[in-house]
Antibody, heavy 119, light 113 residues
Framework: QVQLQESGPGLVKPSQTLSLTCTVS??????????WSWIRQHPGKGLEWIGY???????YYNPSLKSRVTISVDTSKNQFSLKLSSVTAADTAVYYC???????????WGQGTLVTVSS | EIVLTQSPGTLSLSPGERATLSCRAS???????LAWYQQKPGQSPRLLIY????????IPDRFIGSGYSGSGSGTDFTLIISRLEPEDFAVYYC?????????FGGGTKVEIK
């Protein structure tokens, strides 16, 4: 079955760019009908959608983060990535990647990776 | 942006009891765009229900989603856990799609009384 795994630095300095990669295994990221999402969860808080990408490269972002977010896809590596610029302590969160089936829900999810923004 | 408000914030119940969780949208949401997730401490969320009332693969039938109306849309959705099992004590989130944008509710924690 499809599995997702996040990777990237666990510590980022304020004002820098947070960069994470999600590696998809057990299926092709180019399979039609699927979107690939990033979602975050601040410590002890609820879920916040960041954005998603289709394998063709079309992207949709949370309006509240849109000015700082870039999501890209590398079909040759079966990966998609997140870049969040100008980070502050408020961006400290667990970041999840997930397969987004739209009307059929979001599954599976990666295990999540904690990113701390601190000097 | 459609805001989803979940209530109550915390539900204290005993195993075997029935849990009723509410998700109210600030604008009408198409029923086929409403999903529910379960999250246990230290784990990723798990899809329970999609399309307001369809159980995801492997989800027990004690999880019941509702909210479908004759028009296929609405603002009030409910997740019912008919008889709580020990493994059901967790946080539950609703989520919706509208115009390619996605939002989550704030969550309801179901805790052991």
């Amino acid at each position: 079955q499809v599995q997702l795994q996040e990777s990237g630095p666990g510590l980022v300095k304020p004002s820098q760019t947070l960069s994470l990669t999600c590696t998809v295994s057990g299926g092709s990221i180019s399979s039609g009908g699927y979107y690939w999402s990033w979602i975050r969860q601040h410590p002890g808080k609820g879920l916040e959608w960041i954005g998603y990408i289709y394998y063709s490269g079309s992207t949709y972002y949370n309006p509240s983060l849109k000015s700082r977010v870039t999501i890209s896809v590398d079909t040759s590596k079966n990966q998609f990535s997140l870049k969040l610029s100008s980070v502050t302590a408020a961006d400290t969160a667990v970041y999840y990647c997930a397969r987004d089936l739209h009307a059929l829900g979001i599954e599976p999810w990666g295990q999540g990776t904690l990113v701390t923004v601190s000097s | 942006e459609i805001v989803l408000t979940q209530s109550p914030g915390t539900l204290s119940l005993s195993p075997g009891e029935r849990a009723t969780l509410s998700c109210r949208a600030s604008q009408s949401v198409r029923s086929n765009s409403l999903a529910w997730y379960q999250q246990k401490p230290g784990q990723s969320p798990r899809l329970l229900i999609y399309g307001a009332s369809n159980r995801a693969s492997g989800i027990p039938d004690r999880f019941i989603g509702s909210g479908y109306s004759g028009s296929g849309s609405g603002t009030d959705f409910t997740l019912i856990i008919s008889r709580l099992e020990p493994e059901d004590f967790a946080v539950y989130y609703c989520q919706q799609y509208a115009g390619s944008l996605l939002t989550f509710g704030g969550g309801t924690k179901v805790e052991i009384k």
